[in-house]
Every structure is written in C-alpha cells, then in structure tokens.
C-alpha cells in the first residue's frame, strides 16, 4: 500500500450472536436437532450401549448439535472478531487473521459488480462479484463453496459504499460501460 491514501479502516459489526435471516429456518431446526440427540443420548445410557456403534454415533450427533445450537455463533463472532477491513483510494483489503492470515486485496479499477444490502441502523454489507444466498449467507461451516469477497456489517455502509463507487468511476480508475462482461 505504499504511496496509497487510506481512506477508512473498519471491523464487520453484529455483536456478539449475530442473527441472519436464515435463522429463521436452522435455529427451530437445531433445536429439534438436539431434542431428539437428547432422547438419543438417554436411549443409550438406559441401555448402557456406549461402547458399541450407536454411543459413537450419538456422540458424533451430539456434537454437530452442539455446533448448530451455539457453536456457528462462536464461530462466527471469532471470525468476525479477527477481520479487518481497509479502503484506499486504489484498493479494498481484507484481512483475516483466524485460523492463519488471509490477506484478499481488490483493485478498485478491477472491480465488476457490487451488491450493497443497507439495514435501518445503518450497518450493511458491500459484496464485490456475483452474490449468492446458499455460499454467501448460510452460516460459518456450512457453506457450500467459497465465499465472496465482502465489507460485512460495516457502520456507515451507504458512505463507504458511494466512496467504493465514486473512486471506481472516477478516472484514472473510470470503467468503460460497454464491452464488460458480466
């Protein structure tokens, strides 16, 4: 980043459980998960088969519905915890220092396609390339391929993202509108 101006720094907000709209559907699921993991641990304690194949497979039940009740929010309050956003006027970088450093930097004169999802409060997510709900809203450890690169529940949204967009079309970085594939 030598000779770039950085313009803002940030965290992803969302506090400490952070709740999506898919919620809606995996937390009555966890929790009817773990009711009958519940009976499945009593059926086997009543029948003192903890050493056979049904005690590890409800202990292998048990804690994947340890992870789907609480685990996801730890997880995802880790990660959020350990990401760190920076805006310059060239680049957007995003780094993440869980499990090991990731270091994802976007060329403001490379990027394509924006999504900006704006909450009341005035936290919001800028996505940077094609979003999609199964791979970029489903919970920490179930998504199922790789996730867009994003500026997640960041305070000011609406200003970093027009910032995003003014550096993005104004020269030198300015984007010709025909011949761009999508």
Excluded: C
Excluded at 130 to 157: F, K, Q, T, Y
């Amino acid at each position: 980043m030598i000779g770039e101006r950085v313009l803002w720094t940030g965290q992803p907000g969302g506090g400490p459980v952070r709740l999506r709209a898919q919620d809606l559907v995996f937390v009555p699921f966890s929790l009817a998960w773990t009711a009958l993991i519940v009976a499945a641990l009593f059926t086997v304690t009543v029948a003192g088969a903890w050493g056979t194949s049904s005690g590890a497979a409800v202990l292998l039940m048990t804690a994947s519905a340890l992870y789907l009740v609480a685990g996801r929010f730890v997880l995802d309050a880790y990660v959020r915890r350990h990401t760190s956003y920076t805006l310059t006027d060239r680049n957007v970088v995003i780094v993440r220092e869980a499990f090991g450093t990731k270091t994802t930097t976007l060329q403001l004169d490379r990027i394509r396609q924006i999504a900006f999802r704006e909450r009341r409060n005035g936290f919001g997510t800028i996505v940077f390339g094609r979003a999609s709900w199964w791979v970029d809203e489903a919970p920490v450890g179930m998504r199922a391929g790789p996730l867009s690169p994003r500026l997640e529940e960041i305070a000011e949204a609406r200003r970093i993202y027009e910032t995003i967009q003014a550096l993005r079309l104004a020269p030198p970085f300015a984007i010709p509108l025909h011949g761009v594939p999508d």
